[in-house]
């Protein structure tokens, strides 16, 4: 079962939790510096060293840029990895709960998905995986900086958490932009759907911890996780607000969206994007009755355009990607043939 | 049943056709002349001379505000007789086919409805009322002008024949203005949903003969069925091209109108009288397979703003009754609940 058709705590606004551990190997320079050989070497070593967890290996120079895409969509891999794939590598579990990026700005960069607001579970998992491949590689890290990274923000821990929040409520109300700044100022960052430079589509939001230095692991995460609920509790006040002062406006707004998923025949992926924000407040807030959070979770990431792209395969007009998108959505919710 | 539940022919484009006969009692002066005792005489002898018919009696002057807007709403009686109901009565048929309007602009106004384009049906069940009411009842008449009526521009056979027709390729293909404007160099008139005066809501147009000196009464009515045909062939032409242009945009047209109906919590009637337009459109090409021309045709009529006030009762804000409107819509289509 993929992570995200998982039920999550606090699953009504955190839609998954992250945790990324930053790691290069002793004896190599970093990636920007790296030759071929090298990259070959550490391509071969991460793989075997990975052997027991189970995961298959992608060379990402061979993956047809479509399937590049689906990764991105499923959060697999960065927009940055897409473009640059030369002598870069994926290890990735069945569940996406695990991926384990090669070669990309650090030798090894292990990424666990947790459904919901779970970042003690993510961490735990990335640091199976961390003392797995330990066990076979030699690290580089100082007593005094901690793990050795590329860029010096990972320094130290090369621990990056991150959550993706759901957060309609305080954005509809203009709350978002204060909480935002706030946020920031407490040493995170706040970024759109699909990380770093995007703008929050679909009211999601990712937060993530940027201290790395001085701090350890389960204090970065603690932090990070109490930040969160406070941001949690926030949404939802806002979006019990929203139910007291018109209950009415809330249903109708939200059952509309689940009425055009369910019976439209052409549905784009900017529009989809909206309306799925609007059934997953319905669905979070036991409005809509009859879909689970689950299966808008999924709508999220089967609807990509990358993943209609691939549906279609040759048959591939931008109105034909439309009908299949519109397709596939009133086949998940049982709407209209 | 009432006449709208039926299945009527050409109900793809046509949904009704109408006949009225106007009829004046000889004796008595038109009625802007009419002292309150004879318009109390034409009451009681109408109502004694259609005994044999089966119709209830209202009296205007009592029936309060609300019900005479949905007769207004059910086309029964005309919006002018909404606001002048002095000494004024009604006579109806259980099924609504029949109505006889007592002292409006005549001493009597025999109205037969039918479903589709059906107007010798129409004409049929006016003459049966007209020979019954004329067994008791002597008409103006002459030998050279025929029926006397009030207007002049009824003289004659005092007959008037209409058909309510949805015409939204006509008018979304822009082929409107130019067939309106033949129809009206052919004798015909052109109105909108609700009789003079009003825009065409809803794609909806009432043709109707304005002929009737020199003219017999059947040839009246086939000239009015002819030109309908004409129309008819016309909107279905245009509705396959539309199909054939883009029959997936067109199905997500309909389809989202229909989705929005099946779910929305609000809705007012001016945004039900676009929707209705796009879902009977959607039914009456096949698109739309779940539910009939007949569901189609009462909800224009049930969600009518005094049908809904109606039901509201005491209780009766205009989101209470955009509230009530979504509710009972939801519950004909078997939308959600």
Chains 1, 2 share one sequence.
Not at 244 to 261: I, P, Q, S
Not at 275 to 282: F, H, N, Q, T
Request: glycine share 8%.
């Amino acid at each position: 079962m993929k992570w995200y058709i998982e039920k999550g705590q606090e699953g009504d606004v955190v839609i998954s939790s992250r945790v990324r551990l930053a790691r290069n190997l002793k004896g190599y320079p970093f990636v920007p510096m790296l030759d071929e050989n090298s990259c070959k070497e550490i391509l071969a070593k991460c793989k075997e060293a990975a052997k027991g967890l189970n995961l298959s290996y992608l060379y990402m120079d061979e993956v047809p840029v479509i399937n590049r895409q689906m990764l991105v969509e499923r959060h697999v891999i960065s927009p940055e990895m897409l473009n640059n794939t030369k002598r870069r590598g994926l290890l990735l579990s069945r569940d996406e709960q695990i991926s384990i990026l090669l070669n990309e700005e650090d030798h090894i960069r292990i990424q666990c998905l947790s459904s919901g607001l779970n970042l003690e579970k993510a961490f735990e998992l990335a640091n199976t995986v961390d003392d797995t491949l330990e066990e076979a590689l030699e690290f580089g890290y100082s007593e005094m900086y901690g793990y050795a990274t590329c860029c010096p923000t990972n320094v130290g821990t090369g621990l990056r958490a991150s959550c993706m929040l759901h957060l309609p409520a305080l954005t509809a109300g203009g709350y978002i932009d204060s909480i935002l700044k706030s946020v920031s100022k407490l040493g995170l960052t706040v970024r759109g759907l699909y990380g770093e430079g995007t703008v929050a589509l679909g009211n999601i939001y990712q937060i993530s911890n940027q201290i790395t230095l001085g701090m350890s692991e389960q204090d970065s995460i603690q932090k990070l996780n109490k930040i969160v609920m406070m941001i949690v509790e926030k949404e939802r006040d806002v979006r019990k607000k929203m139910l007291d002062n018109n209950a009415d406006k809330l249903a109708d707004r939200v059952w509309r969206a689940y009425g055009v998923l369910a019976n439209a025949r052409l549905l784009t992926s900017e529009e989809m994007i909206g309306l799925i924000s609007d059934v997953r407040i319905g669905v979070n807030m036991g409005i809509i009755y009859n879909i689970s959070p689950e299966v808008v979770n999924e709508l999220a990431v089967i609807t990509g355009s990358a993943h209609i792209a691939h549906i279609c395969g040759e048959d591939n007009t931008p109105q034909k990607r439309d009908v299949k998108r519109a397709e596939i959505v009133r086949e998940k919710l049982g709407g209209t043939k």
